[in-house]
């Protein structure tokens, strides 16, 4: 069995927190102009579940007669009313909930009273506005309030974990944990009427989540005029990873997911068009894995399970549909030329794999025991694949994947 090691070493710094909770706090710095182009730089984990933004509707917007005022503090009795509006019913109260975790940091909470007179704590978590604690709520605070209470909706009420990236106090950058570029969040929710946006990322539609955008969802507060975000935002960041400004905002969050490890995925070649096949449709160990003209068979298709859920690793060992059987490098080869096979989860390094989209849903596929790529340079329709070279790489060394049906 191979020794694991940690690939930490691929992120700069991450800030982790689950639906209550931060776990964790890591340093963070920029990578140089001559950095690994595979290096992450900063960014926020979170979870979403806000089932619907209670109070908001169509023709008014959220801070319109119910009980919240952004011209005051929401600690205020004026900013954020006892007797009337959010803190009376407990969907309104779970819309505080969010609106507490987007604006106040980790180290400080709301609290306040319902009209029965209970009381209640919301604890902060990102930061994006905390002056609206105390002081008014201005135009750029309403809009990335807006652009986070919008990027935690999940239409079923489902927490799926999400990575979300802007300039804006979070930080920019990738985490391998969180592959699929959703989409980004912008508007002001606050206003009558609300203008609640979203535009689709590269991945939108891929492994789409229950919930959330790219799935068919009903009830959604915020709507997608737009289409693609590459047509109406400009990239920034070191990888142009994230999107400010969208359509004329300013104030963007866009949001990455993971994959759905219960749907399976084709894994194609960029440059040969041909994808990851079973050889001769072997179920045994050692069985050849090789590249093969698309098709619907169960032997391209292919599960992505993640090794662990902590920020410290982007590993999935890579499963077969049709074998049950895990990609694998041969005797955990370290050098170009290493042959790919399946294998027996043996729980080794040779096992795991880590995917870095580098354009437009396209991904290296890292082995983490040798750091090699998943190469498909001068590999022909049935031949074995292979793992080879990370300094450079082309597009034979670039993977499509696409959601298919189990």
Known sequence: MDCRRSSATTLTATLAMSLGALLGLAG?????????PTAREAGLSAANGLAVINGLSAANGLAVANGLAVANGLASANGLAAANGLMTTS????????????????NDSLVKQDQYGAWYTFPGALGLAPQWK?????????????ACMMAHVNTTGRHINLYLDSPVVLGLGRL?????????FFGNIFVTPPKPYYCNGFDFDRAPAGGRIGSTQTGSPYTNPFGLCSSVCTTIGYLNEAYTP???WNNVITTFRDFDPGLPYTICNLASGMCLAIKSN???AGGIIDLWPTNTN??????????????????YRIRSAYSNLYLDIVTSSMVDGGLVDQWPNNGGANQMWNMIQIIAGSYLIENENSRLLLNAAGIAAGQQMIQAGHGSYGDSQMWKLTLTTP
């Open 91 to 106: 969907d309104g109260r779970a819309t505080v909930t969010y609106l507490a975790r987007c604006a106040l940091a980790s």
């Open 298 to 315: 169960p032997n391209q298709k292919w599960y992505f399970e993640r090794v662990n859920n902590n920020t410290s690793s982007g590993d």
């Open 246 to 248: 969208c359509a004329g």
């Open 28 to 36: 963070c710095s920029q990578p140089d102009a001559g950095a690994d």
């Open 282 to 284: 072997s179920t045994a």
């Open 176 to 184: 391998n944990n969180y592959p699929l570029q959703e989409g980004a």
């Open 134 to 146: 105390n002081n008014a709520c201005d135009s750029n605070c309403q809009e990335i309030m807006s």
